[in-house]
């Protein structure tokens, strides 16, 4: 029994070590061959990716990730898709509101922009399905997941950019990590083999749930503001004050 916690404890270890090397190698990719603009864009794109989550989320993940421990399945699966219902109203309502803001400016949606929104909804729902993953006891499959969506794509976008300069765009970088969601979707769908996925699509949205945990949630929402904004708010201001590529 201790051989196999230990085992379980090296396997996470390891999971996330490479997640953290391929990333800084990735980061340094982008500084060499793509330049510091690029890498001022992506700093503060991964920026914004990583706080739209707590933007969005209400501070809900925290009652997700409590309640659903030593659930079964179909009533864990039931409290996470009340959830992801949250978010996607919210994740609408945002984007929403963002394009009337911008609709009054000259802001034009290129191709860069597209893949960014694409990742900030994404990277939402992958956090919003990690945390209840970690609660239920599959930190092995949580951290696997989180391994193929956050770094397992970053040799394949170097390899295509060293070999092709045509691929040497930060947009290429931004693709790359949405086709990573193909795969993951595949592992998460495979870890989850054994759960009764029909009838938790079947099942109806805890309205209850989510008014209850709503009205208690708003400490813990400013909390993960207040926490990821300040992680993040240094590149905003060097990029306000010095410009994209000395963010970079």
Not at 117 to 130: I, N, R, S
Not at 132 to 141: D, G, V
Not at 156 to 180: D, H, K, M, Q, Y
Request: hydrophobic fraction near 55%; glycine fraction near 8%; charge should be positive.
């Amino acid at each position: 029994m201790r051989i196999l916690k230990v085992a379980k404890s090296m396997t996470n270890l390891g999971l996330r070590g490479f997640t953290l090397v391929f990333r800084f190698l990735l980061s340094f990719y982008i500084a060499k061959y793509l330049g510091f603009e690029a890498t001022g864009i992506y700093g503060l794109a991964v920026g914004m990716i990583t706080f739209t989550p707590a933007l969005v989320g209400w501070g809900l993940n925290y009652f997700t990730s409590r309640d659903v421990v030593g659930k079964p399945p179909e009533e864990a699966g039931t409290l996470v898709k009340s959830r992801l219902l949250v978010t996607t109203a919210s994740l609408a309502l945002a984007t929403g509101l963002g394009f009337i803001a911008l609709s009054a400016t000259d802001f034009h949606l290129s191709a860069i922009y597209a893949l960014i929104l694409v990742l900030l909804w994404l990277e939402t729902y992958a956090l919003d399905v990690h945390l209840p993953l970690i609660a239920q006891e599959m930190p092995i499959q949580a951290n696997i997941i989180i391994f193929v969506r956050s770094a397992l794509w970053a040799p394949f976008v170097i390899a295509a950019g060293i070999l092709f300069p045509a691929a040497r765009t930060i947009e290429w970088v931004f693709a790359g990590w949405i086709l990573s969601y193909v795969p993951t979707v595949i592992v998460l769908l495979f870890c989850l083999r054994h759960w009764p996925l029909r009838t938790i699509a079947r099942a109806g949205i805890r309205y209850d749930w989510i008014r209850m945990r709503l009205k208690r949630s708003w400490l813990i929402y400013f909390s993960d503001l207040c926490l990821v904004g300040i992680s993040y708010a240094d590149r905003y201001i060097v990029n306000f004050i010095l410009g994209l590529a000395l963010t970079g």
